[in-house]
Every structure is written in C-alpha cells, then in structure tokens.
C-alpha cells in the first residue's frame, strides 16, 4: 500500500508487545515495568489505609484536632487517586484476559476498590463520632464522604483494556495495512492511523507524530479508535487493487 511522506517529525517507540496466531502477547521488558507499577500502588495504597488510620485513632481524642484531621484526609486522597491511576496505567502494559469474567473485572476496577477501602471506614467513624459537634462533623464529614465519591470514580477504569481487545484491533489494522500491525498517533491525537500523511495528524499544531504497534498507541497513549479517514482510505486503496 503506498503512501504519501509526512513532512512533521516522526518518532518510533519501542514495541510493547506482539499479537500473532490469535494470542497476545506482552514483551516481559513491558511486562516488568507493568508489575513494578503494580506494586507502586500497593504501597501507596498502603500508606493511603494508615492515613485512615491515623485519622480514625485521631476521632477517639477529645478534642479532635480538625486541622490534622484534613491533613490526613488530603493526604488519604493524594496516595489513593495516585495508586489508581497507576494501576489502571500498569493495565495498558500488561492487559488481563476476559476469559476469567471475575477476575478481569477485580483486575481492572481494583483502583475503585481499594479507593473506597481507604475511605469508607474513615467516612463511618466520622459519622459516628462522640467527639464532634454537630456543625464540624457535618463538614468535615461532608469532605470526607466528597473524598471518597472523588477517589473512587477516578479509580474506575471505564473503558479497561484486554488482550482480547488488543488482538482484535491489531487484527484489523494488519487487515487494512496489507499484514502490518503499524500506525500512527500524536501527544494530543485520540485516534490512531494508518498513513503518516493523514491531514488529521498534520495540522499546524502538530510538530511530532509517532509511529508503533496497535498496542503501544494503547499503552502509551490510551488510545482506541481508528481514524475513520483512514480507514475508509485504505478499504478504498483495497478494492482498487483487487
């Protein structure tokens, strides 16, 4: 399939993974950094649980210093929304299967999970607390349970990747990219393509393009659409070589 030359900067990532006889496979270089995300946010989500702590141990002390209090709230949030995002990125590394419906979803929504963990107990407590009045514990409640809804919906992952979805696209790239499982995207772009000419990613304002797998546009850049120009291009340039 022949193709116009682009005149932007073109930049080529490393490759994040093969997809070959209807198996996906993750490279272990990727596969690593995946695991070591994975554990980065265990151990935020760690500290995230004893802020909650120390703030549920603070509730049982007459006077309740409220100022710590928010500090140790803010900081619950911090470590909390921190780990889910980078346990959603350690997913785009290293996607789980569907295969295992239970799994996949503990998988891929146990940003959510742990996030409501570090702060449902905390919310309870407050509520329940001898130890504030009436007009503090509705406040300082009122963050918390705001904290809580917060860091939760940011830990959700609405549209979870998998293997069986990678698969699926790089097939169908390679189906219009004559056997090639190769494409183009930008820093803002939220498509991919399938020509480095496309007049969608050679605006003014763009000044790179990168070039990679259907998965590293997924991995790097979260991104998983075609561009329909493209796509409709290449289906035309097909059925003109038939």
């Known amino acids: 399939m022949s193709t116009r030359k682009s005149s932007k900067k073109i930049t080529r990532v490393a490759s994040a993974s093969t997809a070959s006889e209807n198996v996906f496979q993750?490279?272990?270089?990727?596969?690593?950094?995946?695991?070591n995300f994975r554990i980065l946010a265990f151990a935020l989500w760690l500290v995230a649980i004893g802020f909650e702590v120390f703030a549920i141990l603070l509730l049982n002390?007459?006077?309740?210093?409220?100022?710590?209090?928010?500090?140790?709230?803010a900081?619950?949030?911090?470590?909390?929304?921190?780990?889910?995002?980078?346990?959603?990125?350690?997913?785009?590394?290293?996607?789980?299967?569907?295969?295992?419906?239970?799994?996949?979803?503990?998988?891929?929504?146990?940003?959510?999970?742990?996030?409501v963990i570090a702060f449902l107990p905390l919310v309870i407590f407050i509520l329940k607390s001898k130890n504030l009045d009436a007009k503090t514990k509705k406040l300082v409640g009122g963050i918390a349970v705001v904290a809580l809804l917060?860091?939760?919906?940011?830990?959700?992952?609405?549209?979870?990747?998998s293997q069986e979805e990678y698969l699926e696209q790089t097939e169908e790239v390679k189906a219009l990219n004559g056997g090639k499982d190769f494409v183009y995207w930008t820093k803002s772009g939220s498509s991919?393509?399938?020509?480095?000419?496309?007049?969608?990613?050679?605006?003014?304002?763009?000044?790179?393009i990168f070039e990679g797998t259907v998965a590293d546009a997924r991995t790097l850049k979260n991104i998983t659409?075609?561009?329909?120009?493209?796509?409709?291009?290449?289906?035309?340039?097909?059925?003109?070589t038939e």
């Not at 561009?227 to 059925?239: F, G, W």
Request: proline residues 5%.
């Open 26 to 35: 993750v490279d272990e270089t990727h596969r690593k950094k995946a695991r």
């Open 150 to 161: 917060s860091a939760t919906a940011l830990g959700v992952d609405y549209n979870p990747p």
């Open 75 to 115: 900081a619950d949030f911090i470590c909390a929304v921190s780990a889910g995002l980078l346990w959603k990125k350690a997913n785009r590394w290293d996607p789980p299967s569907k295969k295992d419906k239970f799994k996949f979803f503990i998988q891929t929504q146990l940003g959510a999970i742990m996030n």
């Open 61 to 73: 002390k007459a006077p309740v210093n409220t100022t710590l209090l928010f500090v140790y709230i």
């Open 192 to 208: 991919y393509h399938l020509f480095e000419d496309c007049f969608y990613i050679n605006s003014d304002r763009t000044t790179e």
């Open 225 to 240: 659409d075609l561009c329909n120009y493209c796509e409709s291009r290449s289906k035309k340039a097909l059925e003109e």
